[in-house]
């Protein structure tokens, strides 16, 4: 999301033998073990053991399994449980199968919520290996464009982001019988959502036993209650327990002592400006003077994270034979699930993996093989950068981790075995670290969110939350999707709005879609919409490349701008496609489509993703009775067809030029300017269209268009009563 141009893709220059000398000297001070239990190996190697059996034993052998019975009484009498217990103690994969065994599911599943769809699919493919069974039978998962789960599926991890889609079409989770929400701490916008959303579920299933403050009457309940009550079960390492408890009235709370494996924490004795610089050298200090085992490193972001990447891989190149080698592993949201996945896969023989990963690796995932944890103390937070700049819109923004994140961070290395954590800030500067994030409902955009409650029949604004959302946020929101024409003049839903919320697009990417019926131009509008929902970038774009990938693209670009530039990308990846064999459901190979898009200087991993996307848009299209295959394909009247679908949804985002040759906003009060990425950076045309706004030294248009003052006129915002 950042891409302000200031990253450093250049390789540090020092040679290995001047950084090991610097490594000496930064002396990283080793700190007292927060805590250290003796636990026996894990791992029972001896004869006649199979693998499974040693994962039985290791399941035994967690913390949590000694309280399994109090916990499984708690959570049986008691409609809402708080459960506190250390990183690895075995929450996440354990108390599913518990309540799975207790019978407590008998009558629904049980869902696992999950911040990110990395750890949802990595634990289920856990979980099922623990109860023998094939993913997506017994234990299944569900992430956004991607289900993994059958009729037979009784434990499911899914998004907090799914679980609100479900809500949609089942707004009481009857499906359910238990809603684990895990690692709460996080504080997600979709977390709250569901959080409170559970709170009136309780009221409504299980009113005839209690008066939804957290407890019920014990076991008589199921004897003459409803005969499918719901628990809720709230869990986290570090989490606020009273607020939580509070919030459902007092709940039980339950904390599970004790950790696996002790991680020794070190600190450095003196702040390091430049994390990359010291993840770098600190990489090569384990490499060189510690034993085997992985490496993992928290960075903020992709920019740090192929900066380290290369830095690395030079310095490999220059150790003395007899080292072991190097494996680099990236790890960050827009990498495709497939590369993700790619983490998880042991090391080869004789080689130190090094994983390079954003905070979707600090919660939950277990990365077999790692030892040592490297935390730069730094993250991207999403934040609304709404207030005085008039229009609003979500950034990245890089900033100190919180106490909580750091935990979690050091917990990666305890997960198999005794592990270290490096800290590339000092002590005094952990100590001064708040203990959680900010809620993301009180910085970010509500749209999406306020949206999806409508459809339930919910305002946003009159809900009870755990802290209640930005005021700025709630007006913003509203606005958009009055705009948009979700809502009517009386805040109430539109047909137009439901259908919107059916898909699971951003509401303008949604809108645009819809408008493109109107404009006869559905499959052209889903390829763009799918290339922009894609997590990855179409364009690969760094400062050592940047020449040639311009002179690769240049065949693609149209003169209108991005969108269309994207749309032509897309025709001649599928032309491709089709000379390789891969039309009629036959697969082309792999191997000649990523050789294509390495000459385009394209992302064959974001066409892979958009065009999985698109595949299940044209599924949902065709419930809705759209026909997505109509087409403008008329060369000269696409691109206006195209555009004016695309301002119907993106109306927030246009601006237009200014006699001193800027673009103002249209909607707002900010003076943008176009991305250096952009086809159009260096023309000046009467108006754009955008899909994003950066914030960096300045605010940039993203994804941008050229249009005429005529499609942005032609929105109609007064007239969606009823509609
Ligand atoms: N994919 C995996 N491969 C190997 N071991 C695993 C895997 N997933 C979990 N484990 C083992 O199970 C232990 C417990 O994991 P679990 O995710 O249940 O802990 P948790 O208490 O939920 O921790 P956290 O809050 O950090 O997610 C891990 O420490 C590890 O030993």
């Known amino acids: 999301m950042d891409d302000s141009g200031d990253e450093n893709d250049s390789p540090r220059k020092d040679s290995v033998q001047s950084l090991t ?17 003796k636990v026996a190996n894990v791992h029972p190697t001896g004869p006649g ?70 750890a949802a699919t990595s634990l289920a493919s856990r979980v099922a290996l623990e109860t023998q069974s094939n993913l997506g039978s017994l234990v299944g998962y569900s992430v956004r464009f991607s289900d993994c789960s059958s009729e037979k599926t009784k434990i499911k991890f899914v998004t907090d982001g799914m679980l609100m889609r479900e809500l949609l079409g089942d707004p009481e989770l009857e ?21 409170a ?92 003077d510690q034993p085997p085992g992985d490496i993992l490193v928290f960075l903020p972001g992709q920019e740090d994270i192929e900066s380290l990447d290369k830095s690395i891989q030079l310095y490999a190149k220059r150790l003395p034979p007899d080292t072991h080698n190097i494996l680099t592993c990236p790890l960050y949201a827009s990498l495709p699930p497939a590369h993700q996945q790619q983490i998880f896969l042991p090391s080869p023989k004789g080689t130190r993996k090094v994983i390079l990963a954003t905070n979707i690796a600090e919660t939950s995932v277990t990365i077999p093989g790692v030892r040592y944890v490297i935390d730069s103390g730094k993250c991207k937070e999403k934040r609304w950068v709404g207030r005085g700049i008039g229009g609003g819109f979500d950034t990245l923004l890089t900033r100190d981790i919180t106490k909580s994140s750091a935990w979690q961070r050091t917990g990666r290395a305890g997960r198999e075995a005794a592990g270290s954590c490096f800290r590339l800030y000092t002590e ?26 409508k459809c339930l029949d919910q305002n946003l604004e009159d809900m009870e939350f755990m802290e209640s959302p930005d005021m700025d946020g709630v007006a913003q929101a509203l606005t958009t999707l009055y705009l948009l024409g979700a809502l009517d ?33 559905t499959s052209e509008v889903l390829s763009i919409v799918s290339i922009l929902s894609s997590s990855s970038k179409l364009f690969v774009d760094t400062s050592d490349t940047r020449d040639a990938a311009r002179d690769a693209n240049s065949k693609f670009r149209h003169i209108s701008g991005d969108h269309l530039t994207m749309l032509n990308v897309v025709r001649a990846y599928e032309e491709v496609l089709q000379s390789e064999g891969g039309a009629d459901g036959k697969k082309a190979p792999k191997a000649a489509l990523k050789d294509w898009c390495m000459r385009q200087y394209v992302s064959h991993r974001c066409l892979t993703e ?63 300017k176009i991305h250096p990425g952009s086809s159009l950076c260096d023309k000046k045309v009467p108006a754009v269209v955008y899909d994003e706004l950066v914030y960096t030294t300045q605010v940039y248009a993203r994804g941008v268009s050229a249009i005429t003052r005529n499609y942005i006129a032609e929105v109609p915002v007064t007239n969606h009563r009823g509609s």
């Open 21 to 37: 000398a610097k490594l000496d000297a930064q002396t990283l001070t080793p700190l007292r073990p927060k805590k250290k239990l």
């Open 49 to 118: 053991s199979s693998k499974q059996a040693a994962i039985q034993e290791q399941r035994k052998q967690l913390p949590i399994s000694r309280g399994r019975n109090a916990i499984i009484k708690e959570i049986r009498e008691n409609d809402v449980t708080v459960l506190v217990g250390e990183t690895g103690s075995g929450k996440t994969t354990q108390i599913p199968q518990y309540l799975l065994d207790s019978g407590l599911a008998r009558n629904g599943m049980i869902a696992v919520t999950q911040p990110r769809r990395v």
């Open 175 to 195: 499906r359910y019988s238990v809603v684990v929400v895990d690692e709460a701490h996080e504080r997600t916008l979709r977390t709250d959502v569901v959080l």
């Open 197 to 288: 959303r559970l709170k009136e579920i309780l009221k409504k299933r299980n009113s005839s036993q209690t008066d939804v403050k957290g407890k019920g009457k014990g076991k008589e309940r199921e004897a003459s209650g409803p005969t499918n009550p719901l628990r809720v079960v709230i869990m986290s390492a570090t989490l606020d327990a009273e607020k939580f408890s509070s919030f459902f009235g007092n709940a039980k709370i339950l904390y599970v002592q004790g950790r696996q494996h002790p991680v020794a924490i070190y600190h450095t004795a003196a702040p390091q400006p430049d994390y990359v610089d010291a993840a770098l050298r600190t990489v090569f200090q384990i490499h060189t």
């Open 428 to 453: 005094e500067a952990f100590n001064a670290l708040p203990l959680s994030a900010e809620p993301e409902i009180q910085r970010c955009s509500l749209t999406s969110s306020m949206l999806q409650l």
């Open 489 to 521: 003049d009386k805040k109430k839903l539109t047909p137009l709005g439901r259908q919107m919320a059916y898909f699971p697009l951003e509401p303008p990417l949604a809108r645009a879609l819809l408008a493109s019926q109107e404009f006869g131009c």
């Open 610 to 672: 958009a065009f999985e996307i698109r595949a299940q848009l044209r599924d949902l299209c065709e419930k809705q009775k759209i026909d997505w295959k109509v087409s403008c394909g008329d060369k000269r009247g696409e691109e206006q067809a195209i555009l004016r679908s695309l301002v119907r949804g993106l109306v927030q985002n246009t601006a237009f030029l200014q006699p001193d040759g800027r673009y103002k906003q249209v909607m707002g009060r900010s003076i943008i």
